[in-house]
């Protein structure tokens, strides 16, 4: 068993800066900063955040599952 220590905790309580992205929309117009940006910046943070999620969670793909977003990717353009 590991113990974390407070340190530990805070860098990897936020990775993806939601908490952060949230402040600097409750902020925006008190900072007089743009708030369409800030709102941005939240949804990106929440989204990375739902996907690294879903991606810890899920089980590992099959085969087939593979070369099907193997032919997805090199239908878009990418390097798969």
């Keep these: 068993m590991t113990i974390k220590t407070s340190a530990s905790r805070r860098s990897n309580a936020d990775p993806h800066g939601r908490y952060r992205a949230a402040g600097r929309v409750a902020r925006a117009s008190s900072l007089g900063t743009d708030a369409t940006e800030a709102r941005r910046d939240l949804a990106a943070a929440q989204i990375a955040c739902a996907i690294d999620k879903a ?8 085969k087939a599952q593979r070369a099907h977003l193997a032919g997805l990717l ?4 990418g390097d798969a």
Excluded: F, Q
């Design 74 to 77: 090199v239908d878009a353009g």
């Design 55 to 62: 991606l810890a969670d899920a089980p590992p793909l099959t």
